[in-house]
């Protein structure tokens, strides 16, 4: 069973739940390949924004590419919020996939998403509903984060999480970093992903 997770990062938050959903996918026994989705952004921008040494480690992860979602069987979507949708640089790359959605090359295959926003509430869940809108376009069935994850059900903390995937919550400065309610809800839903692929693979 083979799931990618492709995700974008500004600051790492992104980065730490799509580790925490690489976890999951493998304690279930998934061969799983962690790939970046490109920058668009200019150095000068990603300065500004003080990203730019994070990015020196988020550089080292293998690009993804179109053809990179064709041999997997699930693919896991990460990317952060921004004024309520998924941020530009993986719109971008959504963009670049109509040959797949000519081909039918993704029909039949799993699909998620994780996001991370600035503020408690932020958008996140419009943003991993506009990356489903797009799988839902390439035919991929789309798998969340069930409230079987108990997490889902605190109220004893400020937590991300939503029945549409695992999310955190960043802060305005970036200052925060998944807590580890967060974390296990990635963890959860890279499992449950690698699971209903494993199931439909069956069949």
């Known amino acids: 069973m083979n799931v990618l997770i492709a995700h974008y990062s500004m600051l790492g938050h992104t980065n730490r739940l799509a580790e925490a959903i690489m976890q999951g996918a493998k304690d279930e026994g998934a061969t799983v390949f962690l790939m970046r989705i490109p920058e668009i952004l200019a150095e000068e921008e990603i300065k500004q924004r003080g990203a730019s040494e994070f ?7 293998p690009i993804c590419t179109p053809n990179s979602l064709i041999e997997a069987d699930a693919i896991i979507l ?3 919020t921004y004024l309520g949708s998924m941020c530009a640089q993986m719109q971008h790359f959504l963009n670049t996939l109509g040959k797949l959605w ?21 958008g996140q869940e419009a943003a991993l509903l506009s990356m489903h809108t797009t799988m839902l376009h390439l035919g991929m069935i789309v798998v969340g984060l069930p409230y079987t994850f108990q997490g889902q059900l605190r109220i004893d903390e400020i937590t991300g ?5 695992a999310t955190t919550i960043s802060g305005q400065k970036g200052e925060r970093m998944p807590s580890e309610n967060e974390l296990a809800a990635a963890r959860f839903q890279g499992k449950h992903v690698a699971s209903m692929a494993a199931k439909l693979a069956k069949k």
């Open 55 to 61: 990015q020196k480690s988020f550089k080292e992860i």
């Open 78 to 80: 990460g990317a952060p």
């Open 102 to 122: 000519r081909d039918g090359a993704l029909v039949g295959k799993v699909g998620s998403a994780f996001t991370s926003s600035g503020s408690q509430h932020g």
């Open 161 to 165: 999480g939503t029945p549409y995937g």
